[in-house]
């Protein structure tokens, strides 16, 4: 759970602020009836059910919906009262509190960068049904799903008061978004750090205008390969584009800020799910055949998402969990896996999965650092920090599912001061197996930063297990690497477990400013900086040290943080060192992108190198992070 800023509630459905943000496709005209026609006797009972509702108007206004979207993101009428807009109602969200209808005029201006769109937010469950002819009133509002996070707004009618003229219409012809006329550019430049909110849409150009274009409008996919598994939110990612780089597996690639994937969409359905109208549960690689149709609307934790009425069938193209490579006698196998808030609390199921990852998946390495391991009553705040209960739990699963019996280390946190779950306590925990490696022991670690002692090959830490400058300000609410001395064979190698500050505040790369700020960056600069200075000052004492750094460092293989961590060669990454198309341990927003890292010292030449795919491309997933594992000879 880490490049999501927070726990996050139902998507898209949950009002936070109203603040005071289109392109005419060839579409199917379809004429509106006479402004001023009296309500048929089969609408009769839905405006009886309105009665209590503003009175709806009963003539056209002088503004259509290409009107009030305009050519920029934000409306030339924000904070304004319509009255009588025209449009057909394309699509109905009665469920959650972000309830109302979608509408779209079918007749169209000449624009392309002037959506005929626009969803009007009720509140309380519409009364009006896709195929009917509306008159609506209301005022024109900009609302911002997460305005200080930055996201882009949606333009919306509020207040409504809405007349039914006839039911049963036609839909206007939905676009259809490809290859073909999504733009390969995703966003438009704006000065550092400014607003695009005022720039003029130019939906042939920029990926974001295209979308933003479309807001409100019935869109269609065709044949799109799921990029994103299923999640509990119901919802799931999809390739507009087939030209955005694909992953091994099926998804898409995240390689570099520069270019952002431009054909990812988030698909949801506008129905509440029931057994009777499921969603599908798809992994990533999956397709969905045939058309999935809805408008398209804009969220915080997907930016522009299909909000489907239509979706369309899933074909499952039977996605297998992958198994590394066993490892030989003489090689040291270390892996790296994020655990996802561990508690004893949790489910026996999940450290039943969890393990049979380690045993099966992993082939039970001879060292486990694990992440987001919590205290022995998970997210209770209460003072405790004991993990004891905890990874007692997970090394009897380990055993239960024919793994080795692990013994362990790890020092407790001091409470609240590492950040995650409130209670949580997270902290970083080594695994590993005694029959064959030993750890050496050195007191001092819960007490003090650890330090480097000795030269050549007397070098060793000053404290095993040992916090990297746990006092430092770079800590400040985050993980404090832990660092062991092992032994393996009789040769000394020093591991460092990590699990750096989490992306929480950062802007979206859909974000109304560009290029979004990355703010929580420069906290992990901070603690790479420090990390470095350290596995130099180790590799200083003596070259030849072996050094392995792993685990989530909620970061890029390309960010500023992993070149500090890097820096001067003191350590290698060696995701880089995998074909291109594998580069990934975690997919978010259908990025699939790299957020756990092992990294070597020059001494460590022979690293055998994988990560395993188990988790992030799958809808039934034991944590968000797929593990990784290295074997070396030391």
């Not at 949950?14 to 289109?22: S, T, V």
């Not at 997460?146 to 039911?167: D, I, K, M, R, W």
């Amino acid at each position: 759970m880490t490049t999501a800023p927070a726990p996050r509630p139902r998507r898209a459905l949950l009002r936070a602020a109203i603040l005071p943000a289109g392109l005419a496709a060839s579409l199917v005209l379809v004429p509106l009836p006479a402004a001023n026609a009296a309500p048929t006797a089969a609408n009769a009972a839905t405006n009886a059910a309105n009665a209590a509702a503003p009175a709806g108007p009963t003539e056209a206004g002088p503004l259509r919906i290409h009107d009030i979207q305009g050519t920029t993101r934000i409306s030339p009428q924000a904070g304004k009262p319509v009255t009588g807009v025209p449009g057909v109602v394309t699509g109905v969200r009665a469920y959650g509190s972000a309830k109302g209808f979608w509408m779209q005029d079918p007749n169209p201006d000449a624009d392309p960068a002037t959506s005929e769109g626009i969803f009007v937010y009720t509140g309380g469950n519409p009364t009006v049904k896709a195929g009917d002819s509306v008159l609506v009133s209301g005022k024109v509002t900009e609302y911002y799903p997460n305005f200080a996070g930055g996201s882009q707004s949606v333009t919306e009618l509020t207040g409504p008061a809405v007349t039914v003229l006839s039911s049963g219409n036609p839909l206007p012809a939905p676009v259809v978004v490809d290859t073909r006329n999504i733009p390969g550019t995703y966003v438009p430049p704006a000065p550092e750090g400014g607003s695009i909110d005022a720039l003029p849409l130019d939906p042939e150009k920029y990926a974001l205008d295209f979308y933003e274009s479309l807001e409100g409008m019935l869109v269609q996919v065709k044949d799109v390969r799921v990029i994103q598994a299923t999640d509990k939110y119901n919802e799931l990612w999809v390739a507009a584009d087939r030209q955005d780089q694909r992953s091994k597996r099926g998804g898409v690639l995240y390689e570099s800020y520069a270019e952002p994937n431009v054909g990812r969409l988030m698909v949801q359905q506008q129905a509440a799910v029931t057994p009777q109208q499921p969603f599908p549960v798809a992994n990533v690689g999956d397709v969905l055949t045939g058309t999935t149709t809805g408008p398209l609307d804009y969220n915080q934790f997907g930016g522009y998402t299909l909000v489907a009425g239509t979706l369309g069938t899933l074909q499952d193209n039977h996605l297998q969990r992958e198994v590394t490579a066993k490892a030989a006698d003489r090689e040291l196998a270390i892996a790296t896996y994020n655990v996802e808030n561990l508690a004893p609390g949790n489910p026996d199921a999940k450290f039943a999965e969890l393990a049979q990852g380690i045993v099966t998946n992993l082939r039970s390495p001879d060292i486990v650092a694990l992440e987001e391991i919590q205290d022995n009553n998970g997210a209770k705040n209460d003072g405790t920090v004991d993990a004891s209960q905890t990874v007692a739990k997970f090394i009897a699963a380990i055993k239960a599912a024919g793994g080795p019996a692990y013994d362990w280390r790890s020092i407790d946190p001091q409470d609240g001061k590492d950040g995650g779950e409130p209670g949580g306590n997270i902290r970083q925990v080594f695994l590993f197996n005694p029959q064959r490696v030993s750890f050496t022991d050195i007191p001092g670690g819960a007490a003090s930063a650890v330090d480097v002692a000795g030269s050549g090959a007397t070098t060793a830490l000053t404290a095993s297990p040992g916090r990297i400058a746990p006092t430092d300000d770079a800590w400040t609410n985050s993980r404090k690497p832990l660092v062991g001395q092992f032994s393996f064979r009789g040769k000394k190698v020093f591991v460092i477990a990590n699990h750096f500050n989490s992306k929480g505040g950062d802007q979206g790369i859909d974000s109304r400013f560009q290029a979004p700020t990355r703010s929580s960056e420069v906290q992990r600069v901070k603690q790479a900086t420090i990390e470095q200075a350290f596995v130099a000052k180790l590799l200083a004492a003596d070259k030849e040290a072996r050094v392995v750094s792993l685990g989530d460092f909620n970061d890029y293989q390309f960010s500023p943080a992993l070149a500090a961590l890097t820096k001067d060669g003191v350590l290698r990454d060696l995701v880089n060192e995998l074909p291109e198309t594998e580069q990934y341990s975690y997919v978010y927003q259908g990025n699939s992108q790299v957020l756990d890292h092992i990294l070597v010292s020059p001494e460590v030449g022979y690293a055998k190198y994988d990560v395993v795919h188990i988790n992030a491309e799958f809808a039934q997933q034991a944590s968000d992070h797929d593990p990784q594992v290295v074997r070396i000879k030391p």
